[in-house]
Nanobody, 124 residues
Framework: QVQLVESGGGSVESGGSLRLSCAAS????????MGWFRQAPGKEREGVAV???????TYADSVKGRFTISWDNAKNTLYLQMNSLKPDDTAMYYC??????????????????WGQGTQVTVSS
């Protein structure tokens, strides 16, 4: 079992930056795929960025060049640095984890562990 707790959301103006954190606890000695997903009102949950066991990231096209995912092994914490934010980035952001080698970005269903979410609102 893994517990995930997100923090760092908030409201910013277009062009601003935020850094989301996801503290992991529990069976963190295991190697997991970790990722960030988001869900806007009336839309399906979509993958933003994932990072595999060896630290290799994958990004959604919509955030490439603006967002950076990283994992701090010493702190058992996942980060998402978000720069050049746009109103379209407004959503609830969720941290997710799954055991396994494959780290899918396009589907949320393979991820067994989820945080409670943190709201990001970008105003124009």
């Amino acid at each position: 079992q893994v517990q995930l707790v997100e923090s760092g959301g908030g409201s910013v103006e277009s062009g601003g930056s935020l850094r989301l954190s996801c503290a992991a606890s529990g069976d963190t000695y295991r190697r997991f795929c970790m990722g960030w997903f988001r869900q806007a009102p009336g839309k399906e949950r979509e993958g933003v960025a994932v990072i595999n066991r060896v630290g290799s990231p994958t990004y959604a096209d919509s955030v490439k060049g603006r967002f950076t995912i990283s994992w701090d092994n010493a702190k058992n914490t996942l980060y998402l640095q978000m720069n050049s934010l746009k109103p379209d980035d407004t959503a609830m952001y969720y941290c997710a984890a799954r055991s396994g080698i494959y780290c899918p970005l396009l589907s949320a269903s393979p991820y067994a562990y989820w945080g409670q979410g943190t709201q990001v609102t970008v105003s124009s």
